[in-house]
């Protein structure tokens, strides 16, 4: 089991409620790294290194993060959380319910507090290309812990970015904490 958890900032309320009892030391990667997978392999193998070399580190990035996520972690000698990303950490699955709705786009709260980064400043997208990107989707839907306040305003100028209707969801963290607390002691 471990006792150090390396991942993405994206989750950060979430897992630092869920962990607020446990002693665990956490690391933090910028959130949108896996827009640039050699920058995201980079951050990984420096955060690794930093947090020492034995087996009590936690991979808190989904396996579709970067395409050689599980390589990554096995030259390592370290486990991943057995989900593709960040939504179905938090959904599990009822993400195959919700995808048989309609073609959706999933957000949290961090990815709203953070979609400048991700898409304009990472990716470069100006609004064409916004638009041409989220285009085919029917809906985004907003995955609400309660933890984080959502500001209407955030949600019109992502509204006002994608032109693609948003939804919010309210959500349970009980599949994030099954994932987190099967690996960590």
């Known amino acids: 089991m471990?006792?150090?958890?390396l991942c993405c900032e994206i989750l950060r309320t979430e897992i630092e409620q869920l962990l607020k009892e446990k002693t665990v030391e956490i690391q933090y990667l910028e959130a949108g790294l896996h827009a640039d997978l050699k920058k995201l392999e980079h951050a990984i193998?420096?955060?690794?290194?930093n947090m020492g070399n034995n087996n009590?580190?936690?991979l808190g990035f989904g396996t579709m993060c970067h395409p050689e996520m599980e390589l990554l972690a096995a030259n390592y000698g370290k486990n991943t959380l057995q989900a593709k990303n960040c939504i179905e950490m938090l959904l599990g699955d009822k993400l195959k319910e919700l995808d048989a709705q309609s073609r959706t786009f999933y957000i949290t709260s961090g990815w709203l507090e953070n979609w400048?980064?991700?898409?304009i400043e990472?990716?470069?997208w100006d609004s064409i290309d916004a638009r041409?990107?989220?285009?085919?989707?029917d809906r985004i839907l907003l995955l609400d812990t309660g933890l984080i306040p959502l500001e209407d305003e955030q949600i019109l100028e992502f509204f006002e970015y994608t032109q693609v209707p948003i939804e919010i969801i309210p959500i349970e963290l009980d599949n994030l904490k099954k994932l987190l607390f099967a690996n960590l002691d």
């Open 45 to 49: 193998k420096t955060g690794l290194e």
């Open 132 to 137: 041409q990107n989220f285009g085919f989707y």
């Open 122 to 124: 990472q990716l470069k």
């Open 2 to 5: 471990a006792n150090k958890l």
């Open 56 to 58: 009590d580190v936690l």
């Open 116 to 119: 400048r980064k991700i898409f």
